[in-house]
């Protein structure tokens, strides 16, 4: 199984830019479609953005359409997430998932392996 672990959070001011990481092991990436996930405190884990195994196609939740990207590097076991324009809003937990079999990319009960978790803050 592939062990997941995200880095890169933090506090910043609306409008400024971060890039979350999440980097694999235990398994090579190539086997799984990756996602980023958020929490916000009260709410329920929402999907933010997908990535097929082979990089060829992405998704995005319309809340982050334009100012966030994924993208993977298989040769490094990595998936980043880059966020610009950030909104209060966008302060959650963000979380890493992986899953090698079929799924819905925007369903969290698809996946199978998830990271620790890095907070992003965004101050008004």
């Known amino acids: 199984q592939v062990q997941l672990v995200e880095s890169g959070g933090g506090l910043v001011q609306a409008g400024d830019s971060l890039t979350l990481s999440c980097a694999a092991s235990g398994r090579t990436l190539t086997m799984y479609t990756m996602a980023w996930f958020r929490q916000a405190p009260g709410k329920e884990r929402e999907f933010v953005t997908g990535i097929s195994r082979s990089g060829a196609s992405t998704y995005s939740a319309d809340s982050v359409k334009g100012r966030f990207t994924i993208s993977r590097d298989n040769a490094k076991n990595t998936v980043l997430l880059q966020m610009n324009s950030l909104k209060p809003e966008d302060t959650a937990v963000y979380y890493c998932?992986?899953?090698?079999?079929?799924?819905?990319?925007?369903?969290?009960?698809?996946?199978?392996?998830w990271g620790q978790g890095t907070q992003v803050t965004v101050s008004s």
């Open positions: 998932a992986a899953e090698a079999g079929f799924l819905r990319v925007y369903d969290r009960a698809d996946y199978s392996f």
